[in-house]
């Protein structure tokens, strides 16, 4: 497909303005693809503009529509075949295995809300039926159903070029809970973002859907996105990024007259927590551990930055295998050049303070863009005095910290920030500890592993991506799963209504079949 570096707003090409540039290519980072030009404030304007038009149109559309688009979005990017697996490689430096899984868990996710927005089940429905023979007072027939917040903004993530990006999570959520969608294209990849635009555009005319329903915008710098929040039109944010990033939108969707909520995903070190009895085999655990770190360069938002490792002669058998194993390690192609500056320099950053040792550093790639693995250490008193080392280094970069006695690894578990994630390393033997570290770790992440490695982010109902100040800004929502689809709704209640002015899904004979709670009893979906 012929790529023309432009925004798309309501199915058609707008030019940008100003200065041109180019993406480029992850490994050496050439120009890549046609020259693009940041969208306007005018165009910003006039995407926000169509996404109102189009909002309460496709609100109001049967969920089986809408539904039915979702499905066409996750053909149409299936379509695009290998060429769009191979431009995101050359953008991303990300290998082709990994983003045919990824375009896997797009399309999935795709067609995972469109079965949900089919069973009616996000609509919440609730009735509480009349009392009018109640003393002392009657109650009234009362029934609530979601509806859409209206038009969102979409921000893609460097690091997830298909399942964070133009059609990704946020997405495919707003979508479903009825909401138009304007994405701006991340810059590390704008052709990547073009053609999965260019598929969403295809199957939105294919289905019938009201013009406006999803545009594009591309920009390079910040200008685009914060015209894009200021926007009195747009009523909700989903964004996947940096802390930095993050808080500078929060920062303008709470400065307008009328604030709107920004669902922000930040950055988070993912604590892994090594308890005695998981060290019967220490090498085949720290093994496992390097895997995970380096994976994808540790390019994830659920990368375990932080281990936390008992002292003792099997936490030293541990900390040896993990030395030669970094040690035999060869750095991958990071996803930009500033990503790259910024690993070198939160790992030097680390390695800078007082108490902290290199524990082990691999050997960089053949490209200028793929560092060095590293793993350092330090004690908890050495961690706790030293805030520089809570923050998160994006990437192969791990800090291996030894503790002594469950109080010492309860203290600096308590003094942490909000993480995506935590994971308990440990056996039977362990329960009784593990049993004092969960009411801390539950107020500590979103999701909590026994075993396992934090990387793998599964998309089904139970899911939850999310988690306490700062790894996100919605501590009670998640951007994986089905959940995610309440960020995009708010309740109405309607009082008294007869049945002919309410929706199917409210009406007594509930003609759609949906799951519905009646009188706190759950009637299920016939």
Known sequence: MHLTGTSIVAGRDIPGTGEPWRGIEAATSK???????????????????????????????????????????????????????????????????????????????????????????????????????????????????????????????????????????????????GCPVIAKAHPAHPGTSELVARAIVSAAEHTGMPAGVFSLLVGRGTEVGQNLVRDPRIMAVGFTGSRVGGMALIKTANTRPVPIPVHAEMSAVNPVIVLDGALSDPAALATAYVASLTNGSGQFCTNPGLLLLPTGAAGDAFRSTVAQTVADTTGRVMLTPGITEAYIE?????????????????????????????????????????????????????????????????????????QLTATIHGTDADLTTAMRLLPVLEELAGRILWGGWPTGVEVCHAMVHGGPWPATSSPATTSVGTLAIERWLRPVCYQSFPDALLCEELRTDNPLGVTRLIDGRLEPRS
Not at 95 to 113: A, K, N, S, V, Y
Request: proline share 7%; aromatic share 4%.
């Open 346 to 418: 939160g790992s030097r950053r680390w390695a800078a303070v007082d108490g902290v040792s290199m524990l082990a550093q691999g050997m960089p790639g053949e490209s200028p863009y793929a560092p060095s693995p590293v793993v350092l250490e330090c004690d908890v008193a050495t961690y706790m005095a030293h805030e520089d080392l809570s923050g998160e280094v994006f990437g192969a970069a791990g800090l291996l910290v030894r503790w002594s006695g469950v109080e010492e690894l309860l203290g600096l578990l308590e003094g942490m920030d909000g």
């Open 31 to 177: 120009p890549l693809g046609p020259p693009l030009r940041d969208a306007s404030p005018d165009h910003v304007a006039q995407a926000a503009r169509l996404a109102a038009s189009a909002a309460r149109e496709y609100r109001t559309m049967p969920g089986h529509r809408r539904a039915a688009f979702l499905d066409a979005c996750a053909n149409g990017i299936e379509a695009l075949g290998d060429s769009l697996l191979q431009l995101a490689a050359s953008e991303s430096g990300l290998p082709l295995d990994r983003l045919t899984g990824e375009r896997g868990r797009t399309c999935g996710q795709l067609r995972i809300f469109a079965d949900l927005v089919r069973s009616g089940d996000a609509l919440g429905v609730r009735v509480d039926s009349a009392l009018p023979e109640r003393l002392p007072l009657a109650r009234a027939d009362l029934r609530l159903r979601k509806i859409p917040v209206g038009p969102v903004a979409v921000f893609g993530a460097s690091n997830f070029p298909l399942a964070f990006s133009v059609a990704g999570g946020d997405t495919a959520s707003a979508l479903a809970a």
